[in-house]
């Protein structure tokens, strides 16, 4: 076996800067990572030749890959990471560095006393928003979830010293925010794997899993600009690639209701783990889902409000005719908002806008900072501007202001204590867009991070059954926690992915 020997030259990491919209510059974070040779000599599907060899093959090198290849590479595995980008991180090195956990250092030092089976119920109480979770797993990230905080803490991963509940996450106390953001998580990961002698490949996308007679995955190809590697994985391949939430045209291809939503991730999240498993046989649940989405307004000029999120503004959804189409105190957390607005502009081929009036919301939000949007004395004037008719929009605000009057909206059942008039101007408009960084569907593990297949139809087996030497960790699976948990959850199946494919043969 050639085994792994190659350690990373460490350069100095300079900071978390970010390199646009792809992560992290990996030349701040890994500078000994290994990059494609030009003129090296590749090997072919079916030379049988090898040209790099593991124990364990990790594929991204976000928070859910690096936490697995650390994890491996401490129990004294050989572990290739590879990263299809010039830039080390993906989502995690983009996130805010929440993370939802119990029973933590942080928290005792505090006297905050939740438990695991708080954190589970906390998972599995929002299947409207979330979609359904597979409780075995939300049991294993709710008991692990603390224990993966801790991990990070003694990796070097800087904490403030509060924890505590957070708006548009949890009521729990459980929230720990890494200081820094996940850019100082992905630092202190990259460093870990740099120590544990973890051997980074840059620059090289997983294209092909390869298997063996009875079906075990034993490697991989990869691609290095115009070169093709056979990679071999003695033990197991590790898919930690993100979900697909980064492709519009990826978004669109699985369901076609999202051929208007923006793609909130980074480029790289194509779904490659989605494609790379199913190719071998692996089983994919709720790809076709719609994603976790939030609508966003004065995406045009840059004056962006995230609609009924932490700037809670009162105002009227209005279609291209220049009418309601549903109720516009929708919480944020609830997907059904989202939805109504996403399907109102795939229905009339345009974005549906949002018209609000001075309220005290409003003039906080103004006091913090300029709402660069449309602006008019009048309702109808500001529709006019933004592509309405303008006589169509008095009317609607009319009969809104009516409704108020009367303490009941008959139309779309916005509560009483909402019905807010548009009676004082100025007035604003923006279009609304609808945008996702995360899906919530992907490859079906098992709680030990395995890949699962359906089994042939002359086994009689309706239970899906683990394919050998291949395990999913992160987005790239079956989402099944809640939101402050996506970034650690990855973490956290991640190192128990490595955890068990490091025991195996």
């Given at each position: 076996?050639?085994?792994?020997?190659?350690?990373?030259?460490?350069?100095?990491?300079?900071?978390?800067?970010?390199?646009?919209?792809?992560?992290?510059?990996?030349?701040s974070f890994l500078g000994g990572c290994s990059k494609p040779a030009a003129g090296d000599k590749a090997a072919t599907s079916s030379d049988g030749s090898w040209q790099e060899e593991a124990?364990?093959?990790?594929?991204?090198?976000?928070?859910?890959?690096?936490?697995a290849a650390v994890e491996a590479a401490n129990a004294g595995a050989s572990v290739l990471l590879l990263e299809k980008s010039s830039a080390v991180g993906g989502d995690s090195a983009l996130c805010d560095g929440i993370l939802g956990g119990w029973g933590t250092r942080l928290a005792k030092e505090q006297g905050i006393s939740v438990t695991a089976d708080q954190v589970y119920e906390w998972f599995m109480a929002h299947p409207e928003w979330y979609g359904p979770k597979d409780a075995e797993i939300a049991r294993v990230q709710a008991d692990k979830s603390g224990e993966t905080i801790d991990w990070l803490q003694d990796l070097g991963t800087p904490f403030?010293?509060?924890v505590g509940p957070r708006f548009g996450y949890t009521e729990l106390p459980v929230i720990h925010q890494v200081e820094g953001l996940g850019a100082a998580m992905?630092?202190?990961?990259?460093a870990a794997a740099e120590k544990a002698g973890v051997k980074t490949l840059m620059e090289t996308r997983a294209s092909k899993l390869l298997t063996d007679a009875e079906g075990r995955v034993i490697g991989l190809e990869a691609s290095q600009k115009k070169d093709t590697l056979r990679i071999k994985a003695n033990k197991g391949v590790i898919l930690a690639t993100g979900g697909h939430s980064g492709s519009k045209t990826m978004l669109a291809a699985m369901n076609p209701e999202c051929a208007n939503i923006l793609p909130g991730s980074n480029p790289g999240a194509t779904g490659d783990g989605l494609a790379l498993a199913t190719s071998v046989g692996a089983l994919a649940t709720r790809a076709a889902a719609l994603p976790l989405m939030s609508s966003l307004a004065g995406l045009d000029t840059k004056s962006i409000v995230n609609l009924n999120y932490s700037e809670h503004l009162h105002g009227?959804?209005?279609?291209?005719?220049?009418?309601?189409?549903?109720?516009?105190?929708?919480?944020?957390?609830s997907p059904l908002g989202h939805r109504a607005i996403l399907r109102k502009h795939n229905e009339q081929g345009r974005p549906a806008v949002v018209l609000l009036p001075t309220t005290p919301e409003l003039e906080a939000v103004l006091a913090k900072r300029p709402l660069n949007w449309v602006k008019a004395d009048t309702a109808e004037d500001a529709a006019a501007q933004v592509g309405l008719d303008g006589a169509k929009v008095k009317a609607t605000v009319e009969r809104y202001n009516a409704l108020c009057a009367a303490g009941r909206d008959d139309d779309f059942g916005r509560p009483a204590e909402s019905l807010?008039?548009?009676?004082?101007?100025?007035f604003y408009a923006s279009a609304i867009m609808v945008s996702t960084s995360v899906v919530t569907g992907g490859i079906k593990t098992n709680a030990q991070g395995q890949a699962l297949r359906m089994p042939a139809v002359s086994s009689g087996e309706a239970a899906a059954e683990a394919i050998p030497g291949l395990y999913v960790a992160g987005v790239a699976a079956d989402w099944n926690c809640a939101a402050g948990a996506t970034v650690l959850c990855a973490m956290t199946m991640g190192r128990i992915a490595a955890q068990n494919a490091t025991k195996n043969a």
């Open positions: 076996m050639a085994a792994n020997k190659e350690k990373i030259t460490r350069r100095n990491f300079v900071g978390a800067a970010m390199a646009g919209t792809m992560g992290l510059a990996a030349a124990d364990i093959v990790v594929v991204g090198t976000g928070g859910g890959g690096y936490a403030a010293k509060e992905i630092k202190s990961l990259g009227l959804w209005l279609d291209a005719n220049g009418e309601r189409f549903f109720n516009e105190e929708t919480p944020y957390e807010i008039p548009l009676t004082t101007g100025p």
